[in-house]
């Protein structure tokens, strides 16, 4: 059903290409987490999908942000986006809150979600706790705008980390639901698996995912700190009381800085083994410091020129918008046509 077939010609029959969709909120610094686990993996697919990518505005305010910062952020995420390879070209980038769609499909979809689903959601439970004064009714039915989004494009494939695969599940079920209850009008996404579908672990508690918004500095590496800060996080490290780099159960610190290391430099783990062979940590985690400043130099660079143009990046803004906003008119009219809405 996803693979519609187009033909070119008699002979050449192609397949249309499939849709990948992902977000990213602008609500923290995005750390080498963001880059090696989903970002940099998005850059290998911009030939052979047809990719969209959102900065997620409107979920950022599901938890209390300063308007500035968001705003900041907001061109921020985006400048990433492109400094670290995504050519807008290529793929739609857009912001959220620039296509209406998403807030108007959310509500529609609303009512084809069951309170007891929102309810099991586990990252409600997280985030309800470390928010116990603003459980407002976004951070509730915030799967729901997160299903808009997704099924808003007839996204075939979408690309996303451990932490999200019950909303996407969820996506999946409501988009069940809607087919079920009138006729086929959303295609039901799957999860899209990476290659490198690595997992970085905080730098001080390396049995919890390193995250943007972790209250201790020490812990996530942001793609654009500063080299010095890169090596003094890196130096930091929590690692454990044996003194030999190897990769091997109960070792999460080491392991961590090895995925890390090998992640930037292509080699694996035997082969970095070797490479620290009769040397001890101090040199391990300096040297993966040092690889990892150095990957993100030209990122760096390429982010703060983009910076410095913010009428380029919000060209890219209006015509990844203007992209998004064609196509998503095309499901709401169908969605609304279905729900019995009167169409002018
Ligand atoms: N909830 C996702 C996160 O925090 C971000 C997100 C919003 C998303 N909408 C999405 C991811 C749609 C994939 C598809 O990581």
Redesign the pocket.
Known sequence: MNTEILTQNQETPIEKKKTI?????PSGNLTIGNYLGAIKNWTDLQDKYNCIYCV?DM?AITVRQVPAELRRRTYETLAVYIAAGLDPEKNTLFVQSHVPAHAVLAWDLNCFTMFGELNRMTQFKDKSAKNADNINAGLFTYPVL?AA??LLYQTDL?P?GQD?RQ?LELARDIAVRFNNTFSDTFIVPEAYIQKTGMKIMSLAEPTKKMSKSDANPNASVAILDSKDDIIRKFKRAVTDSDTVVRYAEGKDGINNLMSIYSCFTGKDYSEIEREFDGKGYGDFKLAVGETVADSLAPIREKFDALMKDKKYLEEVMRSGADAAQRIAAKTVSKVHRKLGYVGL
């Not at 969709?21 to 909120?25: A, I, L, P």
């Open positions: 969709f992902s977000g990213v909120q997620v979920h997160m989004d997704i979408v996303v999200q909303h």
